[in-house]
């Protein structure tokens, strides 16, 4: 065979982009319960969910919700509102009017002088539910409701001591009659005891009343933009008196108490008012001094005073009027939007750091914050976030418990697995079995054991030098003396062969070394055909000396693995000379590859005395021969060339075996990962 020695071709398209993984998963093969990023997110998500949504059915962190809510209202720019105004029975009408309640008759001339302005509806937040012994007075205030035409009177819905009853408290007959239209007063008070919402439509036994506000903008032919078709009246309830309410809204305030325009009712009365004050307006009569009426605490009652009931009504006309009345999101949807929002977490906690991951846990709760806080005022949905806010501020502590749990099982293991090579090495003491050491006593103990692990280490490395150094070079120089003709050819030849052996081990021992510390990262992109066929060139003077001939069934195109060259090359390299040396004369060594799409196989067969099954098992390992139980004539290797081979296989993520029987001869074959043709 005369082939011309191919030189190394390093073929390298491109450098690995990332570390391959393997070696640090073989690592954790023996450890109990491995960290398993995948099963530790299913698990917090089924708690986040759990804790979530739990939250949200129970709503036993509602004032969550409302600091929330209030937050946006407070956040909401104040702007004097236009259309409408409020003709307050103040302080100074008290004092030119008298005490209230006033007579009937102050109460019509007040509607006459704000009909005469020009209001373009009126309603006055005062309860006439009682008649009264100055019919007089009744009498001239329904006379003052029919000349105005647009006054609308309030209906009053509340319950009696005895029992809770509800009752519907409407005007006396007489101004019923008069009236143009009457409306329901009155908002919904949370738990807490401010004033966020209104029913649109409630009543006893049916929701048939709309809200005052309403039937203001019906009076006064303004659009109503915020509410809904009267519903359709259900069957009675199971017990008549019982509070029936329909499409309940969030309100959207203007602003803190005292943002309404006003003007005294004194002052209506005296005719002291700036030209066209009321004209075109909605007009609310109704009580803002100390003492009278109700005063209702608000989202923005932390920007001033609580506010009165007729403002509180204004507001409720205004969100009517613009359109600004806030919808609850669906109990369907707020759920899906609160499991969603509750797993948001996981999307970047397991690839954060610890810190990172605290300061962007925080930065979503805050978020979620902002972000629910200013929904109601972009779109007029309210998201009540109190499940997904706790499972936000949740997420990194049971993150974190979880890495801690691993962390601390990943400790248990190593200790184990130090303390075993301790003993094993003599540098330990078989520690207590009821010892249980603290999570940082388990720190400083695998600290202690890993300095000792270290020293261990130094000793071995003191040992590889030794061998290397002072045992292979003088050896080194002994075989050259040898090799000069110094003894008689017998002696010669003995000691040439142990000083060679001698040689051969130290070296093995510097490839094993040299294997052992490759890393993924320092693999290239190379033609797995190019070492193959230099490995051939380089062994074919060995195996011509022995009489053996090298067939070659390799495929011209470049396969492509990712690989060291050097170590690819001396394993090819090991298992020809391996062949060679258990082939008779004459025999034929045939060195072939196979690729597939995602694999490659090499082999090199031989025409030896082959194995037995028992000999194949122990074949690779470290010191061991194919022939230790049979003749060593032929026996002059380390027995650490097959070793190598499968060491180095498997740190390029592939495997080594053999194929043979007795009397057949042996195949044996590496296989490894392959790379994509097309790729480059």
């Not at 409408?84 to 103040?90: H, P, Q």
């Not at 099982?409 to 003491?429: I, P």
């Not at 000793?459 to 075989?479: M, Q």
């Not at 062994?539 to 690819?568: S, T």
Request: with cysteine.
């Amino acid at each position: 065979m005369g082939f011309f020695p191919r030189f190394r071709k390093a073929a390298t398209r491109r450098q690995t982009a990332h570390s391959d993984r393997s070696a640090q998963a073989a690592t954790w093969r023996g450890a109990a319960r491995p960290w398993r990023p995948g099963l530790e997110m299913g698990r917090v998500g089924a708690l986040l969910l759990m804790l979530a949504l739990g939250l949200s059915l129970g709503g036993w962190l509602q004032r969550i919700d409302h600091l929330v809510f209030d937050l946006g209202q407070q956040l909401h720019p104040v702007a004097t509102p236009q259309g409408v105004v409020i003709v307050a029975i103040d302080q100074q009408s008290l004092e030119r009017l008298g005490a209230w309640p006033w007579p009937r008759a102050i109460d019509a001339r007040l509607v006459d002088a704000v009909c005469r302005a020009g209001a373009s509806a009126v309603g006055l937040d005062i309860a006439f539910t009682e008649t009264g012994a100055d019919k007089a007075g009744n009498a001239a205030l329904a006379q003052a409701l029919r000349r105005c035409g647009r006054v609308a009177l309030p209906v009053v819905i509340d319950s009696l001591r005895s029992g809770g009853q509800f009752v519907e408290g409407l005007p006396i007959p007489a101004l019923t009659s008069a009236a143009a239209g009457l409306g329901r007063v009155g908002v919904q008070l949370d738990a807490d005891g401010v004033a966020r919402s209104v029913e649109l439509w409630e009543g006893v036994g049916a929701p048939v009343w709309p809200l005052m506000a309403q039937t203001l903008l019906d009076l006064a032919h303004a659009p109503v933009r915020g509410s809904v078709p009267r519903p359709v009246t259900p069957a009675l309830l199971g017990h008549p008196y019982a509070l029936a309410a329909a499409d309940r809204r969030l309100l959207r305030f203007a602003g803190p108490s005292g943002t309404v325009p006003r003007l005294s009712a004194s002052a209506v009365l005296d005719g002291a008012l700036p030209s066209g004050a009321l004209r075109g307006k909605v007009v609310l009569i109704g009580a803002t001094a100390a003492g009278l009426g109700d005063f209702l605490a608000t989202p923005v009652t932390a920007q001033g005073a609580p506010m009165p009931g007729v403002e509180v009504l204004a507001n409720t006309l205004l969100a009517l009027r613009d359109g600004t009345l806030i919808r609850p999101v669906g109990a369907g949807w707020s759920l899906l939007i609160t499991a969603l929002l509750a797993l948001a977490p996981l999307l970047w906690l397991p690839r954060l750091m610890p810190l990172g991951g605290l300061l962007a846990s925080v930065a979503w709760a805050a978020a979620l914050v902002v972000a629910a806080a200013m929904l109601p005022l972009w779109s007029g949905w309210w998201f009540a976030p109190q499940g997904a806010l706790i499972a936000a501020l949740s997420a990194y502590p049971l993150w974190g418990w979880r890495r801690l749990e691993a962390a601390r099982r990943h400790f248990d293991w190593e200790l184990r697995q130090l303390r075993q090579a301790g003993r094993d090495s003599g540098a330990e003491e078989a520690a207590p079995a009821h010892r249980r050491p603290s999570f940082e006593g388990r720190i400083l103990e695998v600290q202690a054991a890993q300095r000792r692990l270290r020293d261990l280490q130094s000793r071995r490395d003191d040992a590889l030098a030794f061998i290397s150094h002072d045992v292979r070079a003088p050896l080194a120089g002994a075989v050259q003396q040898l090799q000069a003709g110094a003894l008689d050819d017998a002696a010669r030849h003995r000691l040439l062969g142990q000083l060679r052996r001698a040689l051969d081990l130290a070296q093995g021992f510097l490839n094993l070394s040299r294997a052992q510390s490759l890393e993924p990262s320092e693999l290239v992109e190379l033609d797995l055909g190019a070492v193959l066929h230099q490995a051939a060139d380089f062994a074919y003077d060995e195996a011509l000396a022995r009489g053996v001939r090298f067939e070659r069934a390799l495929p011209d195109a470049p396969i492509w693995v990712r690989g060291d060259f050097d170590a690819l090359e001396r394993l090819v390299t090991n298992l020809l000379r391996n062949a060679v040396q258990h082939s008779p004369t004459e025999a034929v060594v045939t060195i072939g590859a196979a690729p597939a799409p995602r694999a490659v196989r090499f082999w090199v067969r031989d025409q030896g005395p082959g194995l037995s099954q028992a000999q194949a098992e122990r074949l690779f390992q470290r010191f061991s021969r194919g022939n230790d139980d049979g003749d060593r004539s032929l026996s002059g290797s380390t027995g650490l060339g097959l070793y190598y081979v499968r060491l180095v296989a498997e740190k390029h993520g592939g495997s080594a075996g053999v194929q043979s029987s007795p009397g057949q001869g042996a195949t044996f074959w590496v296989e490894l990962p392959r790379l994509d043709s097309g790729q480059g």
